[in-house]
């Protein structure tokens, strides 16, 4: 199955053999099936010399892409928009394989990704300029908006394919070549989007994909290279401050979504159905591993017996289970690196004082599956407080008044997403004016959109994507001062 659907969409990086993709030339890395191990493909290990001489090629490439109008690149957009939707079902599956989620949620990714492509490839044709009253009349004042140039982008194996085409799709569709580096866990989503893009018409050194192991090779020369004016990461904190630091010197432009510490408010006057819901979707989505996920349930004192119960009732109908498997809601983590993570962070809350009331250990599908896992009575001292899961663990703390939840809310170095709940429109405005967040969900769990800016405060990042503003992070305002008018 995986040779056949897979097939078009890797042909030009890899060819078919003894049972695994390989890659056509050179060194080369595993890439391997977190549900099962199996190996999926070897891909090309490329490093700082072809970063090097993609760098150069799209350098090249520019002043023939930003000659074309709006609506000659709006046209290409579209046609990988439509590209990436008529091959739904195999670039979910080709992403359930190698990143491990549900096939559905999958395929509910490529959607999602491709909503990207659509809207920037609308946005395009509306990236307008203003004019100035001037002070003096002889003078007429004017800004135009300008694609800031080569792009470097270095991308997740969480979202493999949307956190690709909502960088690549503003960058094209501003006037930018770019040059991607996906994540080694999840590079064959990354691989069959440039076949897309190239079956569209994009020009091959518009859009280049390096593909490698050297993490830290590739980003040094993105940060270094001048000829690189844009580089942008969603990824770690501590990843994101070190590409900060070594892009200084060239004074780039950066885009970075960082990390997140989530906090889930469910004040008394919630809609308690409404808030599990949320709640469900906020936390367990792709196994609780995206930067939006939910990492700190607090709850107010007057319902928190209720809830705790309710989502233990809730968390009992989760299916862990390989992603291809019908009915699956929990597929893997990433890499044995992830559930230890998660492990210790268990450990860590039960050894200060946390109720285990689901879970609290590896699943008997696989190595890289955990039980989906709740925990009461968290204490502000438990390092799950402060780190990000990533991993389907729910851990619960009460709270008192509103000052304390948004006080607690609020202690964290990061600002990516909050979420709370009430029926009281008072309250609504009070807490969503205070709260220290880049997005803010109210009696919802799922934020994330095309048409609405993603992007965190803090130490969770600079800049947003996606919206009209994803466009304009592109470009550069250029002002024109038409003086000596008599
Ligand atoms: C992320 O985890 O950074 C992306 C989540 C999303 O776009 O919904």
Same mark, same amino acid.
């Given at each position: 199955?995986?040779?056949?659907?897979?097939?078009?969409?890797?042909?030009?990086? =890899?060819?078919?053999?003894?049972?695994?993709?390989?890659?056509? &030339?050179?060194?080369?890395?595993?890439?391997?099936?977190?549900?099962?191990?199996?190996?999926?493909?070897?891909?090309?290990?490329?490093?700082?010399? %072809?970063?090097?001489?993609?760098?150069?090629?799209?350098?090249?490439?520019?002043?023939?892409?930003?000659?074309?109008?709006?609506?000659?690149?709006?046209?290409?957009?579209?046609?990988?928009? %439509?590209?990436?939707?008529?091959?739904?079902?195999?670039?979910?599956?080709?992403?359930?394989?190698?990143?491990?989620?549900?096939?559905?949620?999958?395929?509910?990714? +490529?959607?999602?990704?491709?909503?990207?492509?659509?809207?920037?490839?609308?946005?395009?044709?509306?990236?307008?300029?203003?004019?100035?009253?001037?002070?003096?009349?002889?003078?007429?004042?004017?800004?135009?908006?300008?694609?800031?140039?080569?792009?470097?982008?270095? &991308?997740?194996?969480?979202?493999? $394919?949307?956190?690709?085409?909502?960088?690549?799709?503003?960058?094209?569709?501003?006037?930018?070549?770019?040059?991607?580096?996906?994540?080694?866990?999840?590079?064959?989503?990354?691989?069959?989007?440039?076949?897309?893009?190239?079956?569209?018409? *994009?020009?091959?050194?518009?859009?280049?994909?390096?593909?490698?192991?050297?993490?830290?090779?590739?980003?040094?020369?993105?940060?270094?290279?001048?000829?690189?004016?844009?580089?942008?990461?969603?990824?770690?904190?501590?990843?994101?401050?070190?590409?900060?630091?070594?892009?200084? $010197?060239?004074?780039?432009?950066? !885009?970075?979504?960082?990390?997140? $510490?989530?906090?889930?408010?469910?004040?008394?006057?919630?809609?308690?159905?409404?808030?599990?819901?949320?709640?469900?979707?906020?936390?367990?989505?792709?196994?609780?591993?995206? =930067?939006?996920?939910?990492?700190?349930?607090?709850?107010?004192?007057?319902?928190?017996?209720? +809830?705790?119960?309710?989502?233990?009732?809730?968390?009992?109908?989760?299916?862990?289970?390989?992603? &291809?498997?019908?009915?699956? &809601? *929990?597929?893997?983590?990433?890499?044995?690196?992830?559930?230890?993570?998660?492990?210790?962070?268990?450990?860590?809350?039960?050894?200060?004082?946390?109720?285990?009331?689901?879970?609290?250990?590896?699943?008997?599908?696989?190595?890289?599956?955990?039980?989906?896992?709740?925990?009461?009575?968290?204490?502000? %001292?438990?390092? *799950?407080?402060?780190?990000?899961?990533?991993?389907?663990?729910?851990?619960?703390?009460?709270?008192?008044?509103?000052?304390?939840?948004?006080?607690?809310?609020?202690?964290?170095?990061?600002?990516?997403?909050?979420?709370?709940?009430?029926?009281?429109?008072?309250?609504?405005?009070?807490?969503?004016?205070?709260?220290?967040?880049?997005?803010?969900?109210?009696?919802? #769990?799922?934020?994330?959109?095309?048409?609405?800016?993603?992007? !965190?405060?803090?130490?969770? #990042?600079?800049?947003?994507?996606?919206?009209?503003?994803?466009?304009?992070?592109?470009?550069?305002?250029?002002?024109?001062?038409?003086?000596?008018?008599?």
């Amino acid at each position: 199955m995986f040779h056949a659907s897979i097939a078009p969409l890797l042909q030009p990086f =890899c060819h078919w053999q003894d049972g695994a993709w390989r890659a056509t &030339t050179g060194l080369s890395f595993p890439v391997t099936n977190p549900a099962d191990g199996s190996l999926l493909a070897t891909v090309a290990d490329q490093g700082g010399p %072809e970063a090097e001489a993609a760098i150069a090629r799209a350098h090249a490439a520019l002043p023939a892409w930003q000659a074309k109008s709006a609506k000659e690149r709006a046209a290409l957009l579209r046609r990988w928009f %439509e590209l990436i939707l008529e091959h739904q079902d195999a670039l979910a599956l080709l992403m359930t394989l190698e990143q491990g989620k549900p096939l559905a949620e999958a395929r509910g990714e +490529v959607a999602y990704g491709a909503s990207y492509v659509e809207w920037f490839a609308e946005e395009t044709k509306r990236l307008y300029g203003d004019i100035i009253p001037a002070a003096s009349g002889d003078r007429r004042l004017l800004t135009i908006k300008q694609g800031i140039g080569v792009v470097a982008a270095i &991308t997740p194996w969480n979202f493999p $394919n949307a956190m690709i085409t909502r960088k690549v799709a503003p960058a094209l569709g501003a006037g930018c070549c770019i040059v991607v580096k996906p994540s080694d866990e999840t590079p064959l989503s990354a691989l069959a989007l440039v076949t897309l893009a190239r079956q569209a018409g *994009i020009p091959d050194d518009v859009f280049q994909m390096v593909t490698g192991q050297n993490a830290a090779a590739i980003g040094d020369l993105f940060c270094g290279d001048p000829r690189v004016r844009k580089l942008t990461f969603t990824g770690s904190t501590p990843v994101g401050k070190r590409l900060m630091a070594q892009s200084a $010197n060239t004074v780039k432009k950066m !885009g970075l979504e960082l990390g997140g $510490n989530a906090p889930f408010i469910i004040f008394d006057d919630a809609d308690l159905d409404m808030a599990l819901k949320g709640l469900m979707l906020a936390k367990f989505r792709n196994a609780g591993q995206t =930067c939006i996920c939910a990492n700190r349930i607090l709850v107010q004192a007057g319902i928190y017996e209720t +809830v705790v119960e309710r989502l233990v009732a809730a968390v009992a109908g989760l299916n862990v289970a390989p992603g &291809t498997e019908a009915g699956a &809601t *929990i597929g893997p983590l990433i890499n044995d690196k992830a559930v230890a993570k998660v492990e210790t962070l268990v450990a860590d809350a039960l050894a200060k004082g946390a109720t285990l009331l689901a879970g609290g250990e590896r699943h008997s599908a696989g190595e890289l599956f955990f039980q989906p896992t709740v925990l009461a009575n968290i204490q502000r %001292e438990m390092a *799950i407080f402060d780190h990000e899961i990533f991993g389907p663990v729910a851990a619960v703390m009460r709270f008192e008044s509103e000052a304390e939840a948004i006080a607690l809310a609020n202690d964290t170095p990061f600002g990516l997403a909050a979420y709370f709940y009430s029926q009281n429109m008072s309250r609504i405005w009070r807490v969503a004016e205070r709260l220290e967040y880049g997005m803010v969900g109210i009696n919802e #769990g799922g934020i994330s959109s095309e048409v609405a800016p993603f992007g !965190g405060v803090k130490e969770s #990042g600079v800049g947003r994507e996606g919206s009209k503003y994803g466009l304009e992070e592109f470009t550069e305002i250029k002002y024109l001062c038409l003086g000596g008018l008599g």
